[in-house]
């Protein structure tokens, strides 16, 4: 079988959150389980040079609407690798040459419905023009949701193309690429597709909706939010295209590359450790208050939190509860970046507790397996939550989460009961402040009254196994039930 991912970010390409580890990890699973596995996404700036990507030799010409005419954007396809898998850069510095990925904090970039009908088109042609047929194509969130569109719309008919199956995964529903209705003309479609059934939300063009509706596979990235997306609470408008395609949807919750993510080969740390010998720990927990400027105090909480900044994630909790948690006597520690008011509210609360809060408004992947190691914590009280991996990878780390039992938060953490020795975690239902305060404060009389019991908790995470073997093969399965689906089905 041969499949090909198409996704707009891919570590260690290009990555703003949990969507680039999947699209990055899984491919070379499906390898490892025999399945010719290749890479499309865009080529943003400096990747060409840093990963020595070479020319193809294929160019694209894709139409694409500019005010009142259709203009034809081209680009090419450069190659690289991934380990064994090969990676194709879609190449237009029109569109991708520039500074982040989306957009910046005041805003997405206006053009993103072109450049992501262009990123779509442009795989689609390079298939064409390079002779290269995958038996499907993998296609995840609104970015490349124009994909599965286009092979029964506008490609329907096209030999080079015919039999291509997709599946496609949800990675956040609440990122929708919904754009005004006139950007039908630019992504080329009649406008019979601009209806209820099809493209069209609450008047206008929603590309995630496109794929709900014409893709092979749907999933998504736990069982737990397969079936909340299905309810007016998390549906987020779609609830009925995903309650009408309920048999063709699944939840797969996402895997660890443990070749990346394990503390005794962790090159990022400054000592390894593992579930034999912990003392690596302290000495990483040490580096990590020297890093954000914190006493370096060793029976002090150190709690971790690694995120976007946004509503989703729940720091409007974190934010109404700040200075109760410093009152508590904790570090905190954050890294990550999103909506302004958050950049805001850290900037200030990084100067009123300058000896308890270390804050990095930043993406730095080596200060992220840092916090992972040398935090005694890990928070994440999301809104919701599709699959979330910090807290599985903080398992590994032996870092306890504390988390909101929503999607795959509910899936992989069981709140720890000291009597009966039962839990990974900690996890509070509820979405308040008061909630999340009241299990973290568990979590903290545990931490400093009970360290023997601490450790059993850290070395229980320890021992699961989240890696990407066993999810590899229910994504084949997926697969599998996509190209036996006949066409129009």
Request: proline content about 5%.
């Amino acid at each position: 079988m041969q499949v090909l991912m198409a996704s707009s970010e891919v570590v260690p390409f290009a990555k703003t959150g949990g969507l680039a580890d999947v699209a990055g990890a899984l491919p070379l699973a499906l390898a490892r389980e025999g399945i010719q596995a290749g890479i499309i996404m865009p080529c943003y700036r400096g990747l060409e040079k840093k990963f020595n990507a070479a020319p193809t030799g294929v160019r694209v010409k894709v139409p694409i609407q500019v005010a009142d005419r259709v203009v034809e954007k081209e680009g090419q396809i450069l190659e690289t690798r991934s380990d064994s898998v090969p990676v194709y850069l879609v190449k237009c510095d029109e569109y991708y040459d520039r500074d982040t990925l989306y957009g910046t904090p005041e805003g997405d970039w206006p053009d993103n419905a072109a450049r992501f009908t262009f990123f779509s088109r442009a795989v689609l042609q390079f298939l064409k023009a390079g002779g290269i047929k995958p038996d499907l194509i993998h296609c995840h969130d609104w970015q490349s949701a124009l994909i599965p569109v286009y092979l029964k719309t506008l490609y329907k008919d096209d030999p080079q193309l015919a039999g291509i199956k997709t599946a496609f995964t949800i990675h956040n529903l609440g990122y929708q690429g919904s754009f005004w209705q006139w950007d039908m003309k630019l992504i080329g479609l009649g406008w019979e597709y601009f209806t209820p059934e099809y493209l069209e939300f609450y008047g206008k063009v929603n590309f995630l909706k496109g794929a709900l509706v014409f893709a092979d596979a749907l999933n998504t990235v736990s069982k737990g939010y397969a079936k909340e997306i299905q309810t007016l609470e998390y549906g987020c408008g779609l609830e009925g295209i995903l309650q009408a395609r309920k048999k063709d949807l699944f939840g797969i919750l996402n895997g660890i590359d443990y070749t990346i993510w394990n503390p005794e080969t962790d090159s990022k740390l400054p000592a390894p450790f593992s579930l034999k010998d912990l003392k690596g720990k302290a000495r990483c927990k040490q580096e990590l208050q020297r890093r954000y400027g914190l006493p370096q105090e060793p029976r002090t909480p150190v709690v971790g939190c690694i995120s976007r900044l946004a509503d989703q994630k729940g720091f409007d909790l974190i934010e109404r509860a700040f200075d109760q948690l410093m009152a508590d006597g904790v570090q905190f520690v954050l890294l990550g970046t999103g909506e302004k008011h958050y950049h805001e509210v850290f900037a200030e609360i990084a100067e009123k507790y300058p000896k308890q809060a270390g804050i990095k408004i930043a993406y730095d992947d080596t200060l992220a397996h840092l916090i992972e190691a040398g935090a005694d914590i890990f928070l994440m009280p999301s809104l919701y939550e599709p699959c979330g991996l910090n807290q599985m990878i903080s398992l590994k780390y032996g870092t306890v989460p504390v988390v909101r039992a929503t999607g795959g938060l509910d899936d992989t953490i069981e709140n720890f009961s000291a009597r009966s020795g039962k839990g990974n975690g900690f996890k509070f239902k509820e979405y308040s402040s008061a909630a999340m305060m009241k299990k973290l404060g568990d979590a903290l009389k545990l931490y400093r009254k009970n360290p023997k019991a601490w450790e059993q908790l850290q070395k229980k995470g320890m021992k699961e196994d989240h890696s990407w073997g066993a999810k590899a093969q229910e994504y084949i399965k997926l697969y599998q039930r996509a190209l036996r689906k006949k066409a129009g089905a």
